[in-house]
T-cell receptor, first 114, second 115 residues
Framework: GDSVTQMEGPVTLSEEAFLTINCTYT??????LFWYVQYPGEGLQLLLK?????DKGSNKGFEATYRKETTSFHLEKGSVQVSDSAVYFC?????????????FGKGTKLTVNP | DAGVIQSPRHEVTEMGQEVTLRCKLI?????LFWYRQTMMRGLELLIY????????DSGMPEDRFSAKMPNASFSTLKIQPSEPRDSAVYFC?????????????FGPGTRLTVL
């Protein structure tokens, strides 16, 4: 079945450091790919998405490029802030019965220190 | 527009009691998803509906769990009887539904503690 593998956490960085969180996927067909973020005590929020190969999703300084050849969708940010501390989930869409569900990775906890 | 609304936000109950969690979808959305999140197991999809019809309930832990959509905008997740291992944060999410409309919008969650 469809699956997502993302790097194990936790990840701890200093403010203004460069961030990469790796995500690879296995899927039939051509899924959409997502990054969701969960701040402490809150639900998941969509951070960015890409719907086809070579698309780049971006939001709030975060970027990820849909790489079909390496089945990857790595999340990057050039300069992290303390407010970026959260858990980040990679996900793909999986069609079933005429509708779609999301398959999530296990999440990567990011802590940014001042 | 209001986002996905869940109630209650926190629930503390004793083992053996019935628990009902509620979710209101975003207006116009046709798909509804129930998730459970724990430290040990991470985020798990329990069940999802499209146009009020359950599509996949393979994630429902056991017969103690049941979910319904009595109308197009509202859903309940019931646990009867509850057990301490059911303690978790339960999220619902909604989406427009159908191919190409896969972005899900999550509610704030219900934190359930079963003593």
């Amino acid at each position: 079945g469809d699956s997502v593998t993302q790097m194990e956490g936790p990840v701890t960085l200093s403010e203004e450091a460069f961030l990469t969180i790796n995500c690879t996927y296995t899927a039939t067909g051509y899924p959409s790919l997502f990054w969701y973020v969960q701040y402490p005590g809150e639900g998941l929020q969509l951070l960015l998405k890409a719907t086809k190969a070579d698309d780049k999703g971006s939001n709030k300084g975060f970027e990820a490029t849909y790489r079909k050849e390496t089945t990857s969708f790595h999340l990057e940010k050039g300069s992290v802030q303390v407010s970026d501390s959260a858990v980040y989930f990679c996900a793909l869409s999986s069609a079933q019965g005429g509708s779609e569900k999301l398959v999530f990775g296990k999440g990567t906890k990011l802590t940014v220190n001042p | 527009d209001a986002g996905v609304i869940q109630s209650p936000r926190h629930e503390v109950t004793e083992m053996g009691q019935e628990v009902t969690l509620r979710c209101k979808l975003i207006s116009g959305h046709n798909s509804l998803f129930w998730y459970r999140q724990t430290m040990m197991r991470g985020l798990e999809l329990l069940i999802y509906f499209n146009n009020n019809v359950p599509i996949d309930d393979s994630g429902m832990p056991e017969d103690r769990f049941s979910a319904k959509m009595p109308n197009a905008s509202f859903s309940t997740l019931k646990i009867q009887p509850s057990e301490p291992r059911d303690s978790a944060v339960y999220f619902c999410a909604s989406s427009l539904g159908g191919p190409g409309t896969d972005t899900q919008y999550f509610g704030p969650g219900t934190r359930l503690t079963v003593l």
